[in-house]
């Protein structure tokens, strides 16, 4: 393990409050972009980790949990705290996998700025597209750091080029690198334009400006100020006549560019080896703004009373329910009332560690212990009268991945459903359901590697034997021709006996419309008071049809029959109808019938042929593809696809398009299904039901 110090918790000590409040950075990134290992970096820089910890060794302070450590990749949020130059920060690390996007985004919502690390790599980078996306449409500062520079084999300004396109805001490189041969040993800073040397493990060591990178230097330079002139007259005025502008003005442009959202500012760094640490947290230091902006541009600055947001809610295995919020005003003291509900225990949480405090101030980011009614994103008051989120909390994606999900011992079902509700209420993205048709539990997610995880946290945290597997289609099943029947139900057996006889009709009716009955009796050959069971026993035989599966879309008429004073009874003709239906379905052509949904894929316009190419390989049907509206470079295809083929369909697509493709789906209609593969669906069928 790192080894970690106690002092840099973010909660205050008494509820004391030191010089300013603490401010919260959240690292997003694409996956193994280097953010657990840059949290490290931060942490060691800001004297919480004394030795720093390896994401190779598993012993970092991000990644504690067994899933984590077990992947090398975070499943979850990593939570730190550091102080730099007196400033107390809360770090927080996101997992980069598409499938936990959730979790990044409520931390995007409470952090006052957010660290995208980005690989060296034009092809890598680009898929921080989406994360940039998202930040540009909430108005979240943000500051890129494009990593791993002791690996940069590509230019600043390929890397640069590949984002510039998913940023509606200028992208503004602030330092250029100092390579020798291959490898990068430094930059300059292209504001102060002093240059730095690389240390392994420490700060930076200024050097003489290399001559080597003068041209360079000087002309991204000049790009820095004339992007910063477009948003200030009087600096655009200085660049036109030649004049070189003060730096503190230049630092104070920045700041305000970045506070208001308008700019971008691009650093460049290694976090494993504490390349351009310092920088990045001298520049989070001077010109990022602290909550009290945050809470603003949430639009929850109105009221006065404390107040605090969830932005993660976890069922820790011996401390119960921890509600993870952002302290966005006033004191916040343990055991006092938030929301209806108790504060039992405030903690700062280090990776797995917590540190217990008696309060909290504004700006720190703790954990509240037991508040069992509170769910994530709620807004936390003694009076409880906040239930907005605030602007732009993040919407929950539609799951495109489901498993069926079952567990080794019967028993333990109940602790299952139990186990699932706490998982699904920390993760909102996870949708359980339970099939009683299919008789089959259901987890939905974000993929497959979502859906191991969670049951890896079943056997971790609660210690049920679960497995996984596809889950079952909901098979339909439909008549193509109208058959006559007619049954007959007798039996004499001493005393009473039974008697029922009918005659029905029964014809396919239109897709969708379900089962419809209706009797043309006339005469009083069948008595009224018997055609409800005639009725009943129809939709009863229309439960499990000729193939195995439901029937739907038929219609059944009671043409006439025949009855008995004293041996008839709604029972008898009950049977007498679902023997009679169940004849007439087999004669009358059964069909079986598959589930089609409209699927709208969005993709980066270069993988739409592969798009293509995928769904005509599933059965698809594409209805059309266009650009797609406010996302420029992406295209939206819509298209038919059987459920049958969606069970791996986002592996495939996000396999064809670096994990950038995204999908939503409804149900349409069911379709007819048959050869080969319907013969096949129904053999299937009949071998699982023995
Ligand atoms: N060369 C180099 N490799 C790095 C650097 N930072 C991280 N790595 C390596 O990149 C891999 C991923 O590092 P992590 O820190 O786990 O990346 P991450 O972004 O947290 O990954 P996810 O949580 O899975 O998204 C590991 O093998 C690291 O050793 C760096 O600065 N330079
Ligand atoms: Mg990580």
Known sequence: ????????????????????????????????????????ALLHATGTVERKGAVKDGNTVGDTTPEARERGASTELSIGHGNFLGDRWTFIDTPGGIEFTLDSRHACMIADVVIVCVEPEAAKA????????????HDIPHVVLINKMDQAGETVREILGALQGFSTRPLALRQVPIRDGETVTGYVDLVSERAYSYREGEPSALIELPGSVADREAEARNELLETLADFDDSLFEQLLEDIDPDKKEVYGHLAETLRSDLLVPVLLGAGEH???????????????????????????SDGEEPMAQVFKTIHAAHMGKLSHVRVWRGTVKDGEMLNGAKVSGIYATTGGKLDKHPSAAPGDVVALGRMDPIQTGDVLTPTGGMPDKGLGWPEVPQPVFARALRVAERNDEVKLSGALAKLAEEDPSLLIRQDSELGELTIWGQGDTHLRVMAERLRSRFKLDVTLSEPAVAYRETIRNRIEEHARHKKQSGGHGQFADIRIAVEPTGRGAGFE??????????????????????????RRGPLGFPVVDVKVTLTDGQHHSVDSSDMAFKIAARSGLHDALAKAEPVLLEPIHQVAIAVPSESTSKVHGILSSRRGQILGFDAKDGWPGWDEVTAYLPEAEMHNLILELRAQSQGMATYTWTFDHLQELTGRLADRVVEHHETAAG
């Open 1 to 40: 393990m790192a080894s970690t110090t106690n002092g840099n918790t973010g909660a205050t000590e008494g509820g004391r409050q030191g010089g300013g409040a603490t401010r919260c950075a959240a690292i997003l990134g694409p996956y193994q972009s280097g953010k657990t290992s840059l949290l490290e």
């Open 126 to 137: 680009a898929a921080a597209g989406p994360i940039l996306r998202f930040l540009d449409d």
């Open 517 to 542: 009955f209706a009797e043309k009796v006339v005469g009083g050959s069948v008595p009224k008071n018997y055609i409800p069971a005639v009725e009943e026993g129809c939709r009863e035989g229309c």
């Open 274 to 300: 504490d390349h351009g640490i310092q920088r990045l947290l001298k520049l989070l230091r001077h010109e990022t703004p602290d909550h009290t902006a945050t809470v603003a541009r949430r639009g929850l």
